[in-house]
């Protein structure tokens, strides 16, 4: 018997979702001898280890308490741009006039509609992460809470599961402060916030990371008014500053009302709104809103697993302790994903999931290495931020001297033609060379547009070698064409333009 979460609202599309990530008639599987993997948590990192062990022959068991599918497919990645593709939608009709576009007066945003459709394509997204398919591809799926008996044994209920090597996947949760009063109040999380049926009329979003961000754009575009607390000094403080103002110009155009530096001191309800109390440079504010969305963070879920009792270190903010392999302290389990990762991130957790197949299926083979990746990122605000590799605070912190270029978005055509001048292409390479050590793109789409760095810096590719790679035009990609010229005239020095000179005059 297994305890079915629960998920509103119960329309046909969520009632299709937990039919497929955690059907209320699943019978568990009787365990017959010992698996070669038992992995616990059914995440990304989870599901692409069990898939992918699997695959290769191995005996796994994937254990999961509440949705296959994880943070990303129920609360995170697919429903967040849902909701931000149908504000985006949105926020196009809105500004159409400078495009020559007259929308008849009157039009409105039908949210509950919006809010619908990101239901049903997430129900129909489910369908690849289903209990049922990965039964079919051979993995023994089991509902219900797992822990650790000893180290060799996973207790599911009142089944025993015996393995060789185990795999911890249980990612992460929303982290909520310790605010006065927060706890008797009612709130959102990342977790709820998708439930919303009906638009509120005033947010207030407690948090100015990417989650915080992404979420308080898309819901001001979608209607609501929103206001934005921060406790440290800027927002996306993690970004490049540059890219970072960009975004928050960004916000403030559509109507956001941001504070950084806030320190919120208590939350009480008065009447039907909530009023967050906060002090900003010392000065005490006050802030109503209909609904309260709080991103603060991400915190591993690590309790109730046993970990104590199999000598796995871990810790409550930070999760369980790995080594580069990925193992733990315990030689016989691993771990991937949110619950021992620091980048948070779907594609980090993928990523992380291979690693863990090759370690544990195949200990006879050359160790693969978390810090051997090359792992971009993307907040998905307007315009998105992507970055990979070295910021300049990386290179700073870590002693290593940079040449930066820097080409700014409003000089791309295409860029100027579609509107979208409000970004820019950063790209730092090792000091007196052009060979790649991060960068950061600022622009419409540059989630698309990252995996040309990813990919020059995974194979080694010298920025120079982008000036000699054909763009079709005009395309907004044409940037790293830019960012590569600027590097080889940089490289031209004026000694080699005058005996290039002497070379074309002599030839008259």
């Given at each position: ?205 407690l948090g100015g990371g990417p989650i915080g961000c992404e979420l308080a754009q898309a ?290």
């Amino acid at each position: 018997m297994h305890e079915v979460p629960d998920l509103q609202p119960r329309d046909v599309y969520n009632q299709t979702l937990l039919d497929n990530v955690h059907p209320a008639d699943w019978v568990n599987p009787t365990p017959e001898g010992r698996y070669n993997l038992v992995v616990i948590g059914a995440g990304t990192a989870g599901l692409i280890a069990a898939i992918g062990a699997a695959g290769l022959g191995a005996k796994v068991a994937l254990i999961e308490r509440d949705f296959l599918g994880g943070d990303c497919l129920n609360h995170g990645c697919v429903p967040s741009k849902g909701v931000i593709g149908a504000a985006r939608v949105a926020h196009t009709i809105r500004t159409s006039a400078a495009f020559g576009m007259r929308v008849p007066d009157g039009w409105e945003i039908d949210f509950g509609a919006a809010m619908e459709r990101m239901r049903r394509i997430r129900s129909e997204i489910s369908a690849h992460d289903s209990a049922r398919r990965f039964q079919d591809l051979g993995v023994d799926v089991y509902l219900g809470s797992a822990r650790f008996v000893d180290d060799s044994h996973v207790s599911v209920g009142d089944v025993s599961l015996e393995f060789t090597k185990a795999v911890i996947a249980t990612g992460a949760r929303a982290y909520v402060p310790d605010i006065p009063g927060l706890s008797e109040v009612d709130y959102f999380t990342n977790e709820t916030i998708f439930s919303l049926t009906e638009r509120p009329a005033r947010m207030a979003v407690l948090g100015g990371g990417p989650i915080g961000c992404e979420l308080a754009q898309a819901f001001q575009r979608l209607g609501s008014q929103v206001t934005l607390l921060q406790s440290a000094p800027e927002v996306l403080h993690r970004e490049d500053p540059d890219a970072a103002a960009i975004v928050r110009k960004s916000l403030l155009k559509d109507g956001v009302v941001a504070h950084a530096g806030v320190t919120v001191t208590g939350v009480a309800q008065r009447g039907d709104a909530l009023c967050l109390h906060a002090t900003i440079d010392g000065v005490t504010h006050e802030f109503e809103a209909d609904v309260l969305l709080v991103s603060t963070g991400r915190t591993p879920n690590v309790s109730d697993l046993g970990l104590e009792d199999v000598d796995v270190t871990f810790n409550t903010r930070e999760g369980v302790q790995v080594d580069d392999t990925l193992r733990t302290t315990n030689p016989r389990i691993y771990a991937c994903g949110d619950v021992c990762q620091s980048l948070k991130f779907t594609h980090a957790a993928d990523a992380a999931a291979r690693i863990v197949i090759r370690n544990t299926l195949f200990p006879f083979l050359p160790k693969s290495r978390f810090s051997q990746l090359v792992i971009p990122w993307v907040t998905y605000t307007a315009p998105e931020i992507a970055h990979v590799g070295l910021s300049e605070h990386d290179a700073q912190a870590q002693g290593i001297a940079i040449d930066t270029i820097t080409i700014p978005l409003a000089e791309n055509d295409r860029a100027q033609l579609e509107g979208d001048t409000e970004g820019l292409l950063k790209i730092h390479v090792a000091k007196g060379s052009d060979r790649i050590l991060g960068g950061t793109l600022v622009s419409a789409h540059a989630g698309e547009s990252i995996g040309a760095l990813t990919l020059a810096i995974t194979q080694k590719i010298k920025l120079g070698k982008f000036s000699g790679v054909i763009h079709p035009y005009p395309t907004q990609a044409e940037v790293f064409k830019r960012a590569g010229d600027a590097m080889m005239r940089e490289r031209f020095k004026p000694w080699i333009a005058r005996l290039f000179a002497w070379i074309i005059a002599w030839q008259r």
